[in-house]
């Protein structure tokens, strides 16, 4: 069975943008952290559900290198976000909802590929902590994105996690530290927070980071958050020290700001 350097595992969606950016782009969170880190030059599969209607999701993951062996349709329509872009580049959420993810969780044969990756990183997953607690329990290095949108607060909770993503507005940068500490006494060994324009604050065994973000005039901030996790994940893989790895996922953020949607389509 073939180990890879990431499995993504969750949300997938068809992001619809309106305003100041249009257009129809295949997102979520598990998909731009795959697409983002295989285009970086790891290896990367993604596990997930797509309805009848989710060709494109499929067909996009396969073009950008990510493994799709373990992408499962099921009779319910593929998600749809519908996002509003701002002329300051600012994303508004109008319209969100899970489709064919909700209740979906692995198989075991996907869940024998996961564990045999080298980092597993999930998105949004109805299964009540269940995969990140397994994973963790088996030593297998987990991370999650805990700012995401939930019907249950045991889907985004720290436990489980060797890193905790989590993002607050720039405007709550004072709150970081408190947050990341939150995220570790819940059972995170690692909490990464992003903070916008205000950079990023980390923290783990104690000890903690803090980094500014690059100054940029963004056109669309729709997965800038998805791209910093990748960027950070990819520099860690790599062998990055916590301040190089942040620099890295601030980078590629940057990077997405600059065109509409969560990875070049």
Known sequence: MTAFDLFAVGDNCIDKLSGHAEAVLVGGNAVNVAVQTARSGLSAAYAGALGPDG???ADTLAA???????????DAPTSVTEIYVGADGERTLLKEDFGAC???TPDAAARAAIAQARHVHIGWLDDGGALRRALKASGISVSQDL??????EENIRADGLSIAFASLPEARASEAAGRAAALVADGADTAVITLGRAGSFA???????????EPIIALDTTGAGDSYIAGFLTARLNG????????????LAARTCSHPGGFPQ
């Open 203 to 213: 923290l783990a065994g104690g000890r903690e980071w803090r980094t500014g973000a």
């Open 240 to 251: 990055a020290e916590m301040q190089e790895a942040m620099l890295a996922g601030h980078a």
């Open 102 to 104: 909700s209740g979906w």
């Open 147 to 152: 700012s995401v949108n939930v019907t249950s």
């Open 55 to 57: 060709d494109r999701v």
């Open 64 to 74: 950008n290198g990510v493994d799709i062996r373990w992408l499962v349709r099921r």
